[in-house]
């Protein structure tokens, strides 16, 4: 994921408890530049998704910011590695090694305490793919595992990404059931949609 990612990943996830962020205590946090936040914060600006005033912003549209950020997601440029595991995905989700981040349609099941639709494919974020290639082994069939690269701040969500990554990488997945994830995403976490 780009850094500005990050940065509205982060607003959308403590902006619903705080909408008032400072600049440079989010640059601090994740050891970018002030340029960088300024670069994530001006497009929402643009937006009216936020309002600028001195050193700080406020949140003034939450949808805006989803739905910019999953405007602009490209999911498929941080797979680093994809295989086809001939097994159900509950069972290719159980054999995962420890640390991996369940993202997508494994993530919205366990965010949602249940799946809205059958899913055929496993989405899972990890630091290095080496772990999950020894599970399961490079196939030359169609893949229905799919290992993005996590970046470093993820894991403090937990073993699922957080609800707003979660709607953003189901908004850019083609399957026919990703609708019904992202409807149930949206009816339990964004009722303003």
């Not at 097994?87 to 993202?103: C, F, N, Q």
Request: glycine share 4%.
């Amino acid at each position: 994921m780009k850094k500005i990612e990050l940065i509205w990943r982060e607003i959308l996830e403590t902006g619903v408890k705080n909408p008032v962020f400072e600049q440079k205590k989010l640059a601090q946090k994740f050891h970018f530049s002030t340029s960088t936040v300024f670069a994530a914060v001006s497009p929402l600006r643009h937006i009216g998704a936020v309002t600028v005033t001195g050193r700080n912003f406020r949140i003034t549209n939450l949808e805006k910011i989803l739905l910019y950020w999953a405007t602009h997601r490209q999911l498929n440029k941080d797979i680093i590695y994809q295989t086809h595991v001939d097994a159900p995905v509950l069972e290719i989700e159980g054999l995962m090694p420890p640390h991996t981040i369940y993202g997508a349609y494994c993530a919205a099941r366990r965010l949602l305490a249940d799946a809205p639709a059958d899913y055929e494919m496993v989405y899972v974020y990890a630091s290095d793919a080496l772990a999950i290639q020894k599970r399961f082994p490079p196939s030359k069939q169609s893949p229905n595992l799919f290992v993005l690269a996590a970046d470093p701040y993820v894991a403090a969500f937990g073993p699922v990404t957080p609800p707003s990554q979660t709607f953003v990488d189901l908004w850019n997945l083609p399957h026919w059931y990703a609708k019904d994830f992202l409807d149930a995403v949206k009816e339990k976490f964004y009722g303003f949609l």
